[in-house]
C-alpha cells in the first residue's frame, strides 16, 4: 500500500490538513491537484533526490512520490552543497527535485532536474503505484559526511496505531524538520489520522508556539533540547496540548517534571527512536529511562536486548541497510541494530547513560556526560545543561559544565545569586555522583547551542 491509499482513506476522508504560515492545503484536495502536475509520470521508477527548501512543498511531493519514483531521497535545507555528489552517488540517483537555482542540478549523472510548485494546483492525477519506494533519510556521520540509510514505508510506520473512527482528530505540529527522521514520523502519523502544521526554519520558538496555539495543535513533538528551549522562551503556555513527545536524546527527569508542571492535562511520553533503529517503545510513566520488564517480557515484533551493556534492536521498523559502495554494516549478525547507547540497570528500570563514543576520560576513569547532566538538570533553578572535557595535564582531562539557568534564576544575576547556585549544583553532584564525576568548573551561559536535528551540539573544547 502507497502512502497516498494510507491518506486517501485516513486523514484526508476526515478533513485533516497539510499547514504552513497562513497556507492550508486540504488533504482531500490532493486527489486532483499536483506539486509536479504532468510531470510526474516522468519521474516512475527513478531515483529522486528530494532536495525542496520549502516545507509544504517537500510535504506534498512525498506524499506524491510514494509508490511511482524506486527511490526518494529526502535531503534536509542545511545539507553542505559539498556533500551532494556524495549523497548522488550512494544513492545512484538520476534525477534532482528542489529549487533550480541551487548548485545540485550540476552533480554529474543526473539525468532530470525540475522544480516542483510551491503549491499543489489543481490537474489531472492518477494516484497509480507502481513499486515500494525506498525512503532515503540523511543522517551525520563522525567526519560530517552523511550516511544514507534506507527505509521502506512499512517500517516507517510500523509503530503508528491506526485511530477508530470515534476519536477526536489529532492536530499534530513539531519542532524537527519532517525531512529527518523525527519529524517524518509526526508527518506519517499526521497523514494516517488528522492534520500537520509545519514547522519553518529559523522560526523563533515564542512564535512557533504562538502560531501551533492557533492552529489548536493537540499532540506535539520534539527533542529535550527543543522541549527546553521552548520552555525558556516564555511561550510554552500558549498552548495546551493533550500529547506531548520526546525523543533523539535522553529525557532526564527535570526535562519530564517540568513538561509535566506546564501542561498537567496532558500525557508526556518519552520514545526511542533513531533513524537506524526505527521506533523501538515509548514510555509514559512520567520517569525518566524504562521499566526493566520491557526487555524481560518483551511482547509484540520488536526485540530488546542489553546483554552487552548497549541497547540493541530487532524490529520491522528497523532500517534496512546504509547506502553506498562504502557503507559500513546496519545490522550484526543477529540483524539487531546496536547504535552504542549505553544502559545502567537501578532498581528494576534501566537508564540511558550516554553514547559509547561520548565518554570523558578522567585519568582512567570514565564519566558519562549525560548522566552528570541529568544531575545537573533535575536542580529546580536550571534549565539545560551541558557537560564536556576540558584538557588537563595531571589527568588527561576534567568534566566542566555549561548551564542554562531557569528565566526566574537568570533574573536574579547578581554574582553572589550565581556563587550560591553553583554550590547548590555542586553539592548535588557531590551527594550523587562519584568525586571524578562532578564537574571542576560550572559555567552559567544564557544558551546552548543546538544541532539542526535539535540535539545538543556536543564537540569537546
Same mark, same amino acid.
Given at each position: 500500500?502507497?502512502?497516498?491509499?494510507?491518506?486517501?482513506? $485516513?486523514?484526508?476522508? +476526515?478533513?485533516?490538513?497539510?499547514?504552513?504560515?497562513?497556507?492550508?492545503?486540504?488533504?482531500?484536495?490532493?486527489?486532483?491537484?499536483?506539486?509536479?502536475?504532468?510531470?510526474?509520470?516522468?519521474?516512475? $521508477? +527513478?531515483?529522486?533526490?528530494?532536495?525542496?527548501?520549502?516545507?509544504?512543498?517537500?510535504?506534498?511531493?512525498?506524499?506524491?512520490?510514494? $509508490?511511482?519514483?524506486?527511490?526518494?531521497?529526502?535531503?534536509?535545507?542545511?545539507?553542505?552543497?559539498? =556533500?551532494?555528489? =556524495?549523497?548522488?552517488?550512494?544513492?545512484?540517483?538520476?534525477?534532482?527535485?528542489?529549487?533550480?537555482?541551487?548548485?545540485?542540478?550540476?552533480?554529474?549523472?543526473?539525468?532530470?532536474?525540475?522544480?516542483?510548485?510551491?503549491?499543489?494546483?489543481?490537474?489531472?492525477?492518477?494516484?497509480?503505484?507502481?513499486?515500494?519506494?525506498?525512503?532515503?533519510?540523511?543522517?551525520?556521520?563522525?567526519?560530517?559526511?552523511?550516511?544514507?540509510?534506507?527505509? %521502506?514505508?512499512?517500517?516507517?510506520?510500523?509503530?503508528?496505531?491506526?485511530?477508530?473512527?470515534?476519536?477526536?482528530?489529532?492536530?499534530?505540529?513539531?519542532?524537527?524538520?519532517?525531512?529527518?527522521?523525527?519529524?517524518?514520523?509526526?508527518?506519517?502519523?499526521?497523514?494516517?489520522?488528522?492534520?500537520?502544521?509545519?514547522?519553518?526554519? *529559523?522560526?523563533?520558538?515564542?512564535?512557533?508556539?504562538?502560531?501551533?496555539?492557533?492552529? *489548536?495543535?493537540? =499532540?506535539?513533538?520534539?527533542?529535550?533540547?527543543h522541549w527546553r528551549k521552548a520552555l525558556m522562551s516564555g511561550a510554552a503556555g500558549r498552548f495546551s496540548p493533550a500529547y506531548?513527545?520526546?525523543? $533523539?536524546?535522553?529525557?532526564?527527569?527535570?526535562?519530564?517534571?517540568?513538561?509535566?508542571?506546564?501542561?498537567?492535562?496532558?500525557?508526556?511520553?518519552?520514545?526511542?527512536? %533513531?533513524?537506524?533503529?526505527?521506533?523501538?517503545?515509548?514510555?509514559?510513566?512520567?520517569?525518566?529511562?524504562?521499566?526493566?520488564?520491557?526487555?524481560?517480557?518483551?511482547?509484540?515484533?520488536?526485540?530488546?536486548?542489553?546483554?552487552? *551493556?548497549?541497547?540493541?534492536?530487532?524490529?520491522?521498523?528497523?532500517?534496512?541497510?546504509?547506502?553506498?559502495?562504502?557503507?559500513?554494516?546496519?545490522?550484526?549478525?543477529?540483524?539487531?541494530?546496536?547504535?552504542?547507547?549505553?544502559?545502567?540497570?537501578?532498581?528494576?528500570?534501566?537508564?540511558?547513560?550516554? +553514547? %559509547?563514543? !561520548?565518554?570523558?576520560?578522567?585519568?582512567?576513569?570514565?564519566?558519562?556526560?549525560?548522566?552528570?547532566?541529568?544531575?545537573?538538570?533535575?536542580?529546580?533553578?536550571?534549565?539545560?545543561?551541558?557537560?564536556?572535557?576540558?584538557?588537563?595535564?595531571?589527568?588527561?582531562?576534567?568534566?566542566?559544565?555549561?548551564?542554562?539557568?531557569?528565566?526566574?534564576?537568570?533574573?536574579? !544575576?547578581?554574582?553572589?545569586?550565581?556563587?550560591?547556585?553553583?554550590?547548590?549544583?555542586?553539592?548535588?553532584?557531590?551527594?550523587?555522583?562519584?568525586?571524578?564525576?562532578?564537574?571542576?568548573?560550572?559555567?552559567?551561559?544564557?544558551?546552548?547551542?543546538?544541532?539542526?536535528? *535539535?540535539?545538543?551540539?556536543?564537540?569537546?573544547?
Amino acid at each position: 500500500m502507497a502512502l497516498w491509499d494510507l491518506v486517501a482513506g $485516513g486523514a484526508a476522508a +476526515r478533513g485533516g490538513a497539510l499547514i504552513a504560515g497562513v497556507r492550508a492545503i486540504p488533504l482531500s484536495s490532493l486527489a486532483g491537484a499536483s506539486c509536479l502536475a504532468g510531470r510526474l509520470e516522468a519521474l516512475r $521508477g +527513478r531515483s529522486v533526490i528530494l532536495a525542496v527548501q520549502d516545507p509544504l512543498a517537500a510535504a506534498i511531493a512525498m506524499l506524491e512520490l510514494d $509508490g511511482v519514483v524506486r527511490r526518494m531521497v529526502l535531503c534536509t535545507p542545511d545539507l553542505a552543497a559539498q =556533500h551532494l555528489p =556524495h549523497v548522488a552517488r550512494s544513492a545512484q540517483a538520476d534525477v534532482w527535485l528542489g529549487d533550480l537555482e541551487s548548485v545540485a542540478p550540476r552533480v554529474d549523472g543526473l539525468a532530470l532536474a525540475m522544480e516542483p510548485d510551491p503549491e499543489a494546483v489543481p490537474a489531472r492525477v492518477e494516484r497509480r503505484a507502481t513499486c515500494d519506494t525506498e525512503w532515503v533519510l540523511l543522517t551525520s556521520g563522525t567526519t560530517g559526511v552523511p550516511k544514507l540509510v534506507g527505509h %521502506s514505508l512499512r517500517s516507517l510506520t510500523h509503530a503508528i496505531r491506526e485511530s477508530t473512527p470515534e476519536a477526536s482528530i489529532p492536530v499534530w505540529s513539531t519542532f524537527y524538520d519532517i525531512r529527518r527522521y523525527g519529524g517524518l514520523q509526526i508527518y506519517l502519523r499526521a497523514l494516517c489520522a488528522g492534520s500537520l502544521v509545519l514547522p519553518v526554519a *529559523g522560526e523563533p520558538a515564542a512564535d512557533f508556539l504562538a502560531r501551533v496555539a492557533g492552529h *489548536g495543535v493537540t =499532540h506535539m513533538s520534539g527533542t529535550p533540547s527543543h522541549w527546553r528551549k521552548a520552555l525558556m522562551s516564555g511561550a510554552a503556555g500558549r498552548f495546551s496540548p493533550a500529547y506531548v513527545r520526546l525523543s $533523539g536524546e535522553i529525557a532526564d527527569q527535570g526535562v519530564l517534571d517540568a513538561l509535566r508542571a506546564a501542561y498537567p492535562g496532558a500525557v508526556v511520553a518519552h520514545a526511542f527512536a %533513531s533513524t537506524e533503529a526505527g521506533v523501538a517503545f515509548e514510555v509514559r510513566d512520567g520517569r525518566a529511562g524504562f521499566p526493566a520488564d520491557l526487555v524481560a517480557g518483551r511482547e509484540g515484533s520488536v526485540d530488546l536486548d542489553v546483554s552487552r *551493556g548497549t541497547l540493541r534492536i530487532r524490529s520491522p521498523g528497523n532500517a534496512t541497510a546504509y547506502l553506498g559502495p562504502d557503507a559500513p554494516p546496519l545490522k550484526d549478525a543477529e540483524g539487531f541494530v546496536d547504535l552504542g547507547d549505553r544502559l545502567e540497570l537501578r532498581e528494576g528500570r534501566y537508564y540511558f547513560a550516554g +553514547r %559509547s563514543g !561520548g565518554i570523558i576520560n578522567v585519568g582512567g576513569l570514565k564519566v558519562h556526560p549525560e548522566e552528570v547532566e541529568a544531575v545537573i538538570n533535575a536542580h529546580p533553578r536550571v534549565l539545560m545543561s551541558l557537560v564536556r572535557s576540558r584538557r588537563n595535564p595531571i589527568t588527561g582531562a576534567i568534566v566542566t559544565a555549561e548551564v542554562v539557568l531557569a528565566r526566574d534564576a537568570a533574573a536574579e !544575576g547578581s554574582p553572589a545569586a550565581q556563587e550560591r547556585l553553583r554550590q547548590e549544583i555542586l553539592a548535588a553532584c557531590r551527594a550523587t555522583l562519584a568525586a571524578h564525576k562532578v564537574p571542576a568548573l560550572i559555567r552559567f551561559v544564557p544558551a546552548l547551542d543546538l544541532t539542526p536535528s *535539535g540535539k545538543l551540539v556536543r564537540a569537546d573544547a
